[in-house]
């Protein structure tokens, strides 16, 4: 597994705490099929989340221009254009990393198949202020999730450099442009009622479609977890210190009636790892 500094970056100055960074990724060296602590569970989550973001960030990026021409706040504006382009960046690599586990066995490819054809169906079915407002919800997930990554590093342990430090700059970036779509919803005159009421349906469906798809995967590769490898996963997304059981309490306060995505203040995280990137590019 190589530790070698295998990005290249290009930034834009940022004067509202959203940073377009281009980045390009090497997956060249990903050349175990099981790059994530030798656990397949564990890989094909990773795989299942990568697979679902190009669809899906290209549902938010869409959303969120629907509204756009309502929107007459400039810094606000300014900050849809770079949380546009963080989310082009992101998809442009995740593509690329799924190509390569394609390449590996993980049907990541396929899972942005399927994931485009249900937001296909999503957007035949639901408005536009819906959508959005899924958009919201999704991104409020996003965030709590990026937060964790960043405050649990030991979980990013064992993970293939190329990935881990693809995750961590998708982390910091969802964190640095997490209340845009909030504040769009909003300042169009987006209902909280709504939100909750597609919230509910999202926080039923998105860790059943993960972990289903995640298990497809598993099935799609013909890998079989050993008993180890299972308690391993379970301990990593549902034990005291997992994903599912931490992000629990973020996850609630978007109930609140008075709920911003930026009382959660990770800014001080954001600049720890910021650092922390630039010294693994920096070889
Ligand atoms: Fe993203
Ligand atoms: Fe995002």
Redesign the pocket.
Same mark, same amino acid.
């Given at each position: 597994m190589s530790t070698t500094a295998d990005i290249s970056m290009s930034q834009t100055e940022s004067t509202n705490g959203i940073e377009v960074r281009r980045m390009d990724f090497s997956f060249d060296q990903v050349d175990t099929m099981d790059w994530y602590r030798g656990n397949p569970i564990l890989t094909a989550f990773i795989a299942v989340l990568s697979g679902t973001?190009p669809p899906g960030?290209q549902m938010f990026i869409e959303s969120v221009r629907n509204y756009k021409d309502r929107v007459t706040d400039p810094q606000l504006l300014e900050n849809v254009k770079d949380f546009t382009r963080? /989310?082009a960046h #992101?998809t442009n690599q995740h593509k690329l990393a799924n190509e390569k586990l394609e390449s590996l066995g993980w049907k990541a490819q396929k899972i942005e198949k399927r994931v485009e054809k249900a937001i296909a169906l999503l957007n035949a079915k639901r408005s536009k202020r819906e959508r959005l407002a899924a958009t919201v919800c999704l991104e409020h997930i996003?965030a709590i999730v990026a937060e964790y990554v960043l405050t649990h590093p030991k979980q990013l342990e064992g993970m293939h450099p190329s990935i881990k430090y693809m995750m961590i700059w #998708?982390a910091i970036? /969802?964190i640095e442009h997490k209340s845009v779509a909030f504040d769009v919803y909003m300042a169009t005159g987006g209902q909280r009622k709504t939100l909750l009421r597609i919230m509910r349906a999202i926080a039923v469906l998105f860790p059943t479609l993960t972990i289903g798809r995640t298990i497809y995967l598993l099935w799609a590769a013909r890998r079989m977890p050993s008993w180890v490898q299972i308690k391993e996963a379970w301990g990593m997304l549902f034990g005291e210190d997992g994903m599912f059981t931490c992000i629990k309490a973020p996850f609630k306060d978007f109930y609140r009636e008075d709920f911003h995505p930026d009382d959660h203040d990770n800014r001080a995280l954001v600049e720890k790892w910021k650092a922390e990137i630039e010294a693994y590019r920096a070889g």
């Open positions: 973001f960030e963080q /989310e #992101h996003t #998708h970036e /969802e």
